[in-house]
């Protein structure tokens, strides 16, 4: 027997020689196909990679499998579409608005290279103008010229700052016991900002990491601010910063166009993954609405909280399932879109920027296409703070941005609403306002693999974790990772 399957492990250590040399120039910039395609499964009805999720971070491990050479792969996705936390309204005409993550800007490579590979053109986002500040009765016009509104200098402290806190283990900074004891605000506080600066650098935060000052851990915003090469403006601006840059099509497109590439039978959508079991054996099973999968290995690109809906079988190591449990998951975020005939503000020398003090409205953007064909505010809006039923909320917007631009903003084509902590139970949240004490605590359990068991999703990048960008890199690095133990393996066998 033994001498019948000889000639099969020999094909197999080959291919998988070829693999990981074909995942080494991937991870050095080269992109490199692998001649011929890996069988199926040497063991029938036995996968190499399970890969849980078909957002941004799967697909991207997937295509790095595939170009490498490695055919025995599925994605698994509990959503009916692709792109997890990515999420395009189609407008009609070829206009979307974006509902989920929607920006890049200098410094996130990752995505920026992954779109030129799909083709995916990019756009500048428009901030041309005035940007309008209501609190209360008054309404203020200023032009920020593309910058967040908060204070340089407190922007150079933070930068400073972050210098000391490596993105990649925030946990091993030399100060981390410290810094990992306050949250954001206590740190403003201790700054003695005024009320218009604490406003906007609250209101920056918020945005990006998902959490008010008072709820985020000083060490978690450092390590985000290091990412942006350690530059606040980088991180919060729009020029020159992460929301620089739009995608011509959405976001959403690149996950698409990467599903589209592997093939339907590579992708099974509305798939949740119900249990794993075996993930300490050389062979897992991956229980599913739609059966079981087994694998060699297993690359889970979801977000740690969504992790505690699966059960493990063995339970996993204290330190990850304790990670996983106190992972917040109290973030959800708001979208809206209005659609006009015409982006009008721009007549009167407005980039549609609203900022509501103590309103529902915590920032509302310009957000059309290209070639401003139609008119698209869009809005983050506080979770529960206007009415469920979408008529009431669309005109409760429209007086909002009618106070702000003028009458004509009373007038939307079309209005959409999109409440991610309600919309399916495989989101929970956007961005993970991350609570001091948490890094210093759990931090280390984040990357390890636990038997078989690869972590991916956008929180588990070295840089840009929170990101889009982030989450293809993490799906570069589960490649990576899958790819050699396989390789190993083979060496082995």
């Not at 694998?295 to 992790?307: D, E, S, W």
Request: aromatic content about 8%.
């Amino acid at each position: 027997m033994k001498r019948k399957h000889k000639p099969d492990m020999q094909a197999r250590r080959q291919i998988l020689r070829v693999a990981a040399a074909g995942a080494a120039s991937l991870a050095a910039g080269e992109v490199s196909f692998a001649e011929g395609a890996a069988p199926a499964s040497t063991d029938r009805g036995v996968f190499d990679v399970v890969i849980i999720g078909a957002g941004l971070a799967g697909l991207t491990a997937a295509r790095d499998l595939q170009r490498a050479g490695c055919e025995s792969f599925v994605v698994v996705e509990a959503r009916d579409r692709v792109g997890g936390r990515t999420y395009n309204h189609d407008l009609g005409h070829g206009v979307v608005s974006e509902a989920g993550g929607q920006w890049i800007g200098p410094g996130q490579t990752a995505i920026a290279d992954l779109a030129r590979e799909l083709g995916v053109a990019t756009f500048p986002t428009y901030y041309a103008g005035k940007t309008v500040v209501l609190a209360g009765d008054a309404r203020i016009a200023q032009d920020f010229h593309g910058g967040s509104g908060g204070d340089d200098a407190l922007g150079a402290k933070l930068g400073a700052l972050a210098r000391g806190v490596p993105s990649r283990e925030p946990w091993t900074a030399q100060h981390a016991a410290e810094l990992d004891k306050l949250t954001y605000g206590d740190w403003l506080r201790k700054q003695g900002v005024t009320y218009e600066d604490g406003y906007f650098l609250g209101l920056a935060a918020k945005l990006s990491l998902g959490g008010a000052p008072a709820q985020l851990g000083l060490l978690h915003y450092l390590s985000m601010i290091n990412s942006a090469d350690c530059d606040y403006a980088k991180l919060e601006s729009t020029k020159g910063g992460a929301q620089e840059t739009r995608f011509v099509g959405g976001s959403q497109v690149l996950s698409m166009r990467m599903a589209s590439e592997l093939g339907a039978s590579k992708v099974q959508l509305s798939c949740p993954v119900r249990k794993i079991s075996g993930w300490d054996r050389d062979v897992v099973d991956v229980q599913t609405d739609r059966g079981v999968l087994r694998a060699r290995r297993v690359i889970v690109a979801l977000n740690p909280a969504l992790c505690q809906q699966i059960v493990f079988d063995p339970p996993l190591p204290d330190g990850r399932a304790q990670l996983q449990r106190n992972w917040p998951a109290n973030a959800p975020m708001r979208k809206t879109v209005h659609v006009y005939d015409r982006p009008f503000w721009r007549d009167d020398g407005y980039n549609g920027q609203i900022f509501e003090v103590g309103g529902p409205v915590f920032m509302a953007y310009d957000n059309s296409p290209p070639d401003g064909s139609v008119g698209v505010l869009a809005a983050f809006v506080a979770p529960g703070a206007l009415p469920a039923e979408p008529k009431a909320a669309e005109r409760t917007l429209s007086a909002i941005f009618a106070r702000a631009l003028g009458d004509k903003a009373l007038h939307p084509t079309q209005f959409h609403d999109y409440d991610w902590g309600r919309v399916d139970p495989w989101t929970l949240q956007c961005i993970h306002p991350l609570p001091p004490g948490f890094w210093t605590k759990w931090g280390k359990f984040l990357r390890p693999e636990a038997g078989r068991l690869i972590w991916s999703g956008t929180e588990t990048a070295d840089l840009w974790a929170g990101a889009m960008d982030g989450a293809v890199r993490s799906g570069h690095r589960a490649a990576l990772q899958a790819l050699g133990k396989l390789a190993g393996r083979g060496r082995e066998a």
